[in-house]
């Protein structure tokens, strides 16, 4: 009989164990706030990863990840933090996000960093993010705005602009973006008319655009937020008749601003980080098949992120903090397996038989000493009611 219950019990401790065995990992977007319309696809994308090394039985022996949610504003680094403190307590391994410069490098520096937790951002793209001090902790999967404003320049010069005026958002991500622009456009040979910041929140613009006209210039450049005051700078512009052409940084591009103004962008260009290499392809697939429209910016991004987490942990062979901290640059940068989208599974098998990966993921991952992507470039255009790809930078 104590044989029999000894049997019982074990039974039920392995069934218990397997039934209810998770990780959390915490998802910190700007659910609500100037780029809330692009968050939702964006946390979609870093749960299916998450929900991909689950359903596979392979992650950590059949552990599954519980992700959680948590809102950054994108713009209030207060309440960005008390939110990331809210993920501390609740006892995430690891951070996805955060989004917005600005609040990422708040929760970095007052939260992370000091709790030992790793982030990858698959976002926040503010050259001054690259000093962080991060002790290992901080990682990005998008490039620098170092390299993004050089791009959008390049882009203005071809696309054949010999003149511009320029207004930002007035945050980290907006001036660090706006400086790198400005220089590079007139190292191009480009006239800047003006550059003039813009606060987020206003109900009205015309002040802002009227300073701007006063200027002139063949174009503007919009660096901003399509959900706040660049979308105003906008509306603005096309009401008055001040610009027709509008030049876009990423967090200007999302369909949204295209359902709002229609033909009123269809002289507009801009560019954001991204690929058309076979790990974006292959992800649009995956993410189609769960129900999820990857068109927008840093869907491929999140993914990647996610599963960077997800590869660290069974690198180390454990959810521990310290451990994925030390394994996130062995699987990014290889040598090792190619992985891509849809093949964590494969990863995580290979991880578990102590072999090598190199993730490739949706953006072809590879990060710098640093913990950032090098990174690619899409040069867009808006073309029958859409933001299209022209093609990769």
Same mark, same amino acid.
Do not use: W
């Given at each position: 009989?104590?044989?029999?219950?000894?049997?019982?019990?074990?039974?039920?401790?392995?069934?218990?164990?397997?039934?209810?065995?998770?990780?959390?990992?915490?998802?910190?977007?700007?659910?609500?706030?100037?780029?809330?319309?692009?968050?939702?696809?964006?946390?979609?994308?870093?749960?299916?990863?998450?929900?991909?090394?689950?359903?596979?039985?392979?992650?950590?022996?059949?552990?599954?990840?519980?992700? +959680?949610?948590?809102?950054?504003?994108? +713009?209030?680094?207060?309440?960005?933090?008390?939110?990331?403190?809210?993920?501390?307590?609740?006892?995430?391994?690891?951070?996805?996000?955060?989004?917005?410069?600005? +609040?990422?490098?708040?929760?970095?520096?007052?939260?992370?960093?000091?709790?030992?937790?790793?982030?990858?951002?698959?976002?926040?793209?503010?050259?001054?993010?690259?000093?962080?001090?991060?002790?290992?902790?901080?990682?990005?999967?998008?490039?620098?705005?170092?390299?993004?404003?050089?791009?959008?320049?390049?882009?203005?010069?071809?696309?054949?602009?010999?003149?511009?005026?320029?207004?930002?958002?007035?945050?980290?991500?907006?001036?660090?973006?706006?400086?790198?622009?400005?220089?590079?456009?007139?190292?191009?040979?480009?006239?800047?008319?003006?550059?003039?910041?813009?606060?987020?929140?206003?109900?009205?613009?015309?002040?802002?655009?009227?300073?701007?006209?006063?200027?002139?210039?063949?174009?503007?450049?919009?660096?901003?937020?399509?959900?706040?005051?660049?979308?105003?700078?906008?509306?603005?512009?096309?009401?008055?008749?001040?610009?027709?052409?509008?030049?876009?940084?990423?967090?200007?591009?999302?369909?949204?601003?295209?359902?709002?103004?229609?033909?009123?962008?269809?002289?507009?260009?801009?560019?954001?980080?991204?690929?058309?290499?076979?790990?974006?392809?292959?992800?649009?697939?995956?993410?189609?098949?769960?129900?999820?429209?990857?068109?927008?910016?840093?869907?491929?991004?999140?993914?990647?992120?996610?599963?960077?987490?997800?590869?660290?942990?069974?690198?180390?062979?454990?959810?521990?903090?310290?451990?994925?901290?030390?394994?996130?640059?062995?699987?990014?940068?290889?040598?090792?397996?190619?992985?891509?989208?849809?093949?964590?599974?494969?990863?995580?098998?290979?991880?578990?038989?102590?072999?090598?990966?190199?993730?490739?993921?949706?953006?072809?991952?590879?990060?710098?000493?640093?913990?950032?992507?090098?990174?690619?470039?899409?040069?867009?255009? +808006?073309?029958?009611?859409?933001?299209?790809?022209?093609?990769?930078?």
């Amino acid at each position: 009989m104590k044989k029999l219950f000894i049997a019982v019990f074990m039974f039920v401790s392995i069934l218990t164990t397997n039934t209810f065995a998770e990780v959390k990992m915490g998802i910190i977007l700007g659910f609500t706030g100037p780029i809330e319309s692009l968050t939702p696809a964006m946390a979609a994308s870093a749960e299916l990863a998450f929900k991909e090394a689950s359903d596979s039985g392979k992650l950590l022996g059949g552990e599954t990840i519980t992700p +959680v949610r948590a809102d950054s504003t994108c +713009v209030d680094s207060a309440a960005a933090t008390t939110a990331a403190e809210g993920l501390i307590s609740d006892g995430v391994a690891a951070i996805m996000g955060a989004d917005c410069s600005g +609040v990422t490098g708040a929760i970095a520096s007052n939260v992370a960093v000091p709790n030992g937790v790793v982030m990858i951002s698959p976002s926040a793209t503010s050259p001054g993010l690259t000093t962080l001090d991060d002790k290992g902790l901080f990682f990005r999967t998008a490039p620098s705005d170092a390299r993004g404003g050089q791009i959008l320049a390049d882009i203005t010069k071809d696309r054949g602009v010999k003149s511009v005026a320029i207004t930002y958002t007035n945050n980290d991500y907006g001036k660090g973006l706006a400086d790198v622009y400005e220089a590079a456009v007139k190292a191009h040979g480009i006239s800047v008319t003006t550059v003039a910041a813009h606060e987020d929140g206003k109900a009205d613009y015309s002040a802002e655009v009227s300073v701007l006209a006063a200027a002139g210039g063949d174009a503007v450049a919009v660096i901003g937020y399509l959900d706040q005051g660049g979308k105003g700078i906008i509306q603005g512009s096309i009401d008055s008749g001040a610009f027709d052409t509008f030049i876009l940084s990423d967090g200007m591009i999302g369909q949204t601003l295209v359902d709002a103004f229609g033909k009123g962008l269809s002289k507009s260009f801009g560019s954001l980080p991204g690929s058309t290499g076979k790990g974006a392809g292959v992800f649009t697939k995956v993410a189609s098949a769960a129900g999820i429209d990857s068109s927008g910016p840093y869907t491929g991004e999140s993914y990647d992120a996610a599963a960077l987490l997800i590869l660290a942990m069974q690198a180390g062979g454990s959810a521990d903090r310290g451990s994925i901290a030390k394994n996130v640059m062995a699987v990014a940068n290889g040598p090792g397996k190619k992985i891509y989208p849809g093949q964590l599974g494969k990863a995580l098998d290979l991880l578990a038989k102590g072999k090598a990966v190199d993730y490739e993921g949706a953006t072809g991952v590879t990060f710098t000493d640093v913990g950032e992507a090098f990174g690619s470039f899409l040069e867009k255009e +808006v073309k029958g009611g859409k933001f299209k790809t022209k093609k990769q930078r």
